[in-house]
């Protein structure tokens, strides 16, 4: 069974920082790709990062490439997002999801609830 919760998510001005986090199921950790995806209102839902299970192959969506920062603790069963100069229209729910094959399609096969971000004045 693979297990998904995100937390972290807030409000955020233009400029500032946010990092999520989300918490994986054992089987899932020692499996799974791990990865970010994020949905903004009116919008579908879009890759944004994701890591191998060894942590040391990473993938990201040009327009966060030096912004964002994606990392997996396999010890504690967590997967992260350090989000810095986050502006506006990275305003989404950000969703952790779990996948195989993400590393090559960019696509999740179990998902977690999402967590909010809003960055806004």
């Known amino acids: 069974q693979v297990h998904l919760v995100e937390s972290g998510g807030g409000l955020v001005q233009p400029g500032g920082s946010l990092r999520l986090s989300c918490a994986a199921s054992?089987?899932?950790?020692?499996?799974?790709?791990l990865g970010w995806f994020r949905q903004a209102p009116g919008k579908e839902r879009e890759f944004v990062a994701a890591?191998?299970?060894?942590?040391?192959?990473?993938d990201y969506k040009d327009s966060v490439k030096g912004r964002f920062t994606i990392s997996r603790d396999n010890t504690k069963n967590t997967l992260y997002l350090q989000m810095h100069t986050l502006k506006p229209e990275d305003t989404a729910v950000y969703y952790c999801?779990?996948?195989?094959?993400?590393?090559?399609?960019?696509?999740?096969?179990?998902w977690g609830k999402g967590t909010l971000v809003t960055v806004s004045s």
């Open positions: 999801a779990a996948s195989l094959s993400m590393m090559i399609t960019r696509r999740g096969d179990y």
């Open positions: 890591i191998g299970w060894s942590g040391t192959s990473t």
């Open positions: 054992e089987d899932t950790v020692s499996r799974y790709t």
